[in-house]
Nanobody, 121 residues
C-alpha cells in the first residue's frame, strides 16, 4: 500500500516562513513527479509547485521567488519551503505524486491527507 504522509504547516504571521514535508512509502518502483497543490476555502485546488526526478521544477506565478520545492529521490521525499508568506497563501496544502508501484506498470496518482497553512495579517 502506497502512502503519502505530510508534515509541517501551521499558523504564521505575514512575512514568515514554513516548511512542508511529504514522504512516500510502500512498494514503490518509480516516482515520476511529486507536486504540491493547495486549496483555499471556496476555491479550486491549484498546483503550487512541481518537480521531476531529474530535478526540473515549475512554480505557480503567485509563488515564484517565495516558495522552493526540493526532492530527495533516495528517500522518496519532497519538501516545500514557504518564505515571505502572505495571507492569500492560506490554504490546505496537499502533496501529490504520480508513481508506479511495484508489480504494476501503470502510473497512478496519490495524494496526501493535506496540511493547513494559515497566514495572519
Amino acid at each position: 500500500q502506497v502512502r503519502l504522509v505530510e508534515s509541517g504547516g501551521g499558523l504564521v504571521q505575514a512575512g514568515g516562513s514554513l516548511r512542508l514535508s511529504c514522504a512516500a512509502s510502500g512498494r514503490i518502483f518509480r516516482i515520476n513527479y511529486m507536486d504540491w497543490y493547495r486549496q483555499a476555502p471556496g476555491k479550486q485546488r491549484e498546483l503550487v509547485a512541481s518537480t521531476t526526478g531529474g530535478g526540473s521544477t515549475n512554480y505557480a506565478d503567485s509563488v515564484k521567488g517565495r516558495f522552493t520545492i526540493s526532492r530527495d529521490n533516495a528517500k522518496n521525499t519532497v519538501t516545500l519551503q514557504l518564505n515571505s508568506l502572505k495571507p492569500e497563501d492560506t490554504a490546505v496544502y496537499y502533496c501529490h505524486a504520480q508513481l508506479v508501484a511495484v508489480g504494476t506498470f501503470i502510473p497512478t496518482d496519490y495524494w496526501g491527507q493535506g496540511t493547513q497553512v494559515t497566514v495572519s495579517s
